[in-house]
């Protein structure tokens, strides 16, 4: 039997049209106001950027840091703690294929970390929270950070091709891929691979491809599949196996995870049909020229 998750916190708006921008996703979120925010943000495969503009604060904080206000994070971290009380933001979600550059940091140093936006951008941080402020409606909001993002996205260099398909093999599978299966694939050595990917990354390719096999999982544990049935489907040895990966990346148990209202919000921030449209994670990998 499913159990029924948390009422969640947050009222969410989506763009009410695709992005232009390959590889980039917002959503605009407001706290109820009834009481102040405490909730677990799960690991998952894209990098976050924050755009705080509300009356309130909003703090961020995991195991090793903790930030307030506007910030990006990392990929292959834990579980993040978020507070607050009177909450308006912009949540973006960046493709690592073009957040390093797009943000201007390597995602090799900011893997798994938070960061302050301003230690990134500067003053112009702070210039994007008052504009975000001013402005009146959630589309002017989404507008606005858009073309922010389409200058820095139009400077940002391309991810080497091999990086790329291996990046998207492993999304569309999953993460139920081989890294020695890959390297061969691509006429590379699995070193090779390693070192390329992290670089431009931001993980290797094996903890990238346990990251994606674990957001698959927990999506479907929120959509109240069994969890022996989600060990045998994800590539888990077993359910004892998928237990055990759940509390590695997240510190909390699979019956706790169904239930966070953290992913109760996923299929209306970020609804899975318009991926295709947006995400080049997602889209075919066509095979690249063996080097």
């Known amino acids: 039997m499913r159990v029924t998750a948390p009422e969640p916190v947050w009222d969410v708006v989506c763009p009410s049209?695709?992005?232009r921008l390959p590889g980039i996703r917002m959503a605009g979120f407001r706290d109820h106001g009834v009481n102040p925010v405490d909730q677990l943000a799960l690991p998952h495969p894209d990098i976050t950027l924050l755009l705080e503009f509300?009356?309130?604060?909003?703090?961020?904080d995991d195991a090793a840091s903790r930030c307030g206000g506007s910030l990006v994070g990392g990929l292959g971290s834990g579980t993040r703690r978020v507070r607050g009380a009177q909450i308006e933001c912009v949540q973006v979600r960046l493709s690592p294929l073009i957040a390093g550059p797009l943000l201007g940091v390597s995602l090799?140093?900011?893997s798994g970390a938070l960061v302050p936006l301003d230690a990134l951008w500067g003053r112009e941080s702070a210039l994007i929270r008052e504009r975000l402020a001013e402005t009146r409606s959630w589309e002017q909001r989404f507008a606005l950070i858009e073309a922010l993002l389409a200058r820095r996205y139009a400077a940002a260099p391309a991810a080497d091709p091999e990086v790329v398909w291996a990046w998207r093999r492993i999304r569309?599978?999953?993460g139920l891929v081989r890294v020695d299966a890959l390297a061969d694939e691509l006429g590379w050595t699995r070193k090779r691979l390693w070192s390329r990917f992290q670089t431009q990354l931001g993980l290797p390719p094996k903890?990238?491809?346990t990251l994606v096999r674990f957001d698959h999982a927990v999506h479907r544990l929120a959509a109240g599949t069994d969890p022996a049935r989600v060990a045998a489907e994800t590539g888990y040895?077993?359910?004892?196996?998928?237990h055990r990966d759940i509390v590695a990346f997240s510190g909390i148990t699979p019956t706790a995870v169904a239930v966070t209202s953290w992913l109760a919000v996923d299929?209306?921030?970020?609804?899975?049909?318009?991926?295709?449209?947006?995400d080049p994670d997602l889209q075919p990998a066509a095979q690249v020229q063996r080097s």
């Open 172 to 174: 569309s599978g999953h």
């Open 54 to 60: 509300g009356p309130g604060a909003v703090t961020v």
């Open 108 to 110: 090799a140093e900011l």
């Open 267 to 278: 299929d209306i921030a970020w609804p899975t049909a318009a991926l295709p449209h947006q």
């Open 207 to 209: 903890r990238a491809a």
């Open 237 to 242: 040895a077993d359910q004892s196996h998928l």
């Open 17 to 19: 049209r695709p992005g």
